[in-house]
């Protein structure tokens, strides 16, 4: 037995039956392939620490002098952006027979655009230091945006069931106890007072992940696909939306599992106002940077293993479950912050945000990792890719509605937008309990 057989049947609880079930190839290269998988999620994960769009990058506008309009456009930017070109993309990603080399192209469009941010944290501030960032964030989306569309498949194509959800989980987990370490970094060199310069080196040393990110999905021994040959509609300008809309029509359980992910958004979306609501009721001190990426990082250690495994037994239990806690953690968490005596000024009120914020996280991993794994063993071969695709496109712009809609709440008070994205959680907890479990069970 090779090392990397020993590690991966150490860390993973392996489907010997699924195992066997997959060509020759594949099966001789499950373990190191695995490995490889965890080792390049995590580092993806670790550089997404360093380049959060709800933490850091904030943060370095703030440090930089940004107009504070510009800070609002960072999350749509970030998530839609990766979302929204996916559909259109496909048809090209298909041509590909080796999809493993579409995520090392998206690697490093990721890192090129992160030492683009931190040039302008280094030669820039005011409004040309926010353009200048926006931009690179808008390319930086777009290579994101590669990496999804490719990622799932190629673990489809070397993962067997059972196995998948712990992939993602193990990696989670990694990506936290980095998030753990940025956290406590931020908090002993300068806490809310951290300077752009230094800001500006933590966007290096995430720049350099992603190139690690790149050198390590090169070596994945992924089996050769069929690469279509899709010249015609699904090429043209046009053909990528046909093709989505009648996908949509015509596949129920695919369509229901679009729906449902579009009302499973309140552990994603609440934590800023989470975070906005702490600040309106005077929280200081632990309420800062440091503080929100240590939940963050704890939450994501203690979900990965926790949700891989639940994963792989029933991936939509798992989303409806976390979504359900979610928006009951939202409505506990304004109604005691409405109580009059309640005061954020106190360690008691910081707890709260903080303890809420962790918590929010904690459960977005799970539905993340459940949603994840749910649209990978629901389909196969190239119907996968197209799956993948087309419901992160919708989500791209459902994303844009329902953060417009709680954005606009929000003018009136935070609380009404974290009670409406509460509300659409619990009617995903019901909707999804409808889904089909796709699951190794």
Request: charged residues 15%; contains cysteine; aromatic residues 8%.
């Amino acid at each position: 037995m090779s090392m990397a057989e020993k590690i991966y049947s150490v860390v993973m609880k392996r489907s010997y039956e699924a195992e066997e079930a997959l060509p020759p190839e594949v099966q001789d290269n499950v373990a190191p392939n695995g490995l490889k998988q965890v080792s390049a999620q995590a580092l993806q994960s670790s550089g997404d620490q360093l380049v959060n769009a709800s933490t850091v990058l904030p943060w370095l506008f703030a440090a930089l002098g940004v107009p504070a309009a510009l800070t609002g456009l960072l999350v749509p930017i970030r998530e839609s952006g990766s979302m929204l070109p996916q559909a259109a993309l496909t048809p090209l990603v298909l041509k590909v027979r080796y999809r493993k080399w579409v995520f090392v192209v998206g690697s490093l469009i990721q890192a090129a655009s992160v030492f683009a941010m931190a040039l302008a944290a280094a030669f820039a501030t005011g409004l040309t230091a926010g353009l200048w960032i926006i931009a690179a964030l808008a390319v930086f989306s777009l290579g994101r945006c590669l990496n999804s569309i490719s990622s799932k498949d190629v673990l489809g194509r070397t993962i067997p069931k059972g196995e998948r959800g712990q992939i993602n989980g193990l990696s989670t987990t990694i990506g936290g106890i980095v998030a753990i370490t940025v956290g406590l970094a931020v908090r002993v060199f300068g806490g809310e007072d951290l300077s752009a310069a230094a800001i500006g080196w933590f966007l290096v040393v995430g720049g350099a992940l992603w190139l690690g990110v790149a050198l390590v999905y090169s070596l994945i021994k992924e089996p050769a696909g069929e690469a279509e040959d899709n010249d015609d509609d699904a090429a043209g300008s046009t053909g990528w939306f046909r093709d989505s809309i009648r996908l949509l029509r015509e596949d129920k359980p695919f369509r229901n599992f679009v729906g449902v992910r579009s009302l499973l958004l309140v552990s994603s979306l609440a934590p800023p106002f989470i975070v906005t609501l702490s600040i309106q009721q005077g929280s200081s001190g632990l309420a800062g940077l440091g503080s929100f990426i240590l939940a963050s990082g704890v939450a994501r250690m203690l979900g990965g293993q926790t949700f891989g495994r639940f994963a792989d037994r029933s991936s939509k239990t798992l989303m409806s479950l976390g979504a359900g806690f979610a928006s009951a953690v939202v409505i506990l968490t304004v109604a005691l912050a409405a109580i009059p005596a309640f005061s954020g000024e106190g360690w008691m009120g910081t707890a709260l945000f903080v303890v809420a914020y962790f918590l929010l996280t904690f459960m977005h991993t799970g539905v993340r990792v459940g949603r994840k794994t749910y649209v990978v063993d629901m389909a196969e071969g190239d119907q996968r890719t197209t799956y993948v695709a087309v419901s992160n496109s919708a989500m791209g712009i459902i994303l844009l509605i329902v953060g417009a809609i709680s954005s606009a709440l929000a003018v009136a008070h935070v609380n009404w937008a974290l009670l409406f994205l509460a509300l659409m959680g619990l009617v995903g907890v019901f909707a999804g309990a409808k889904l089909p479990d796709v699951s190794k069970g």
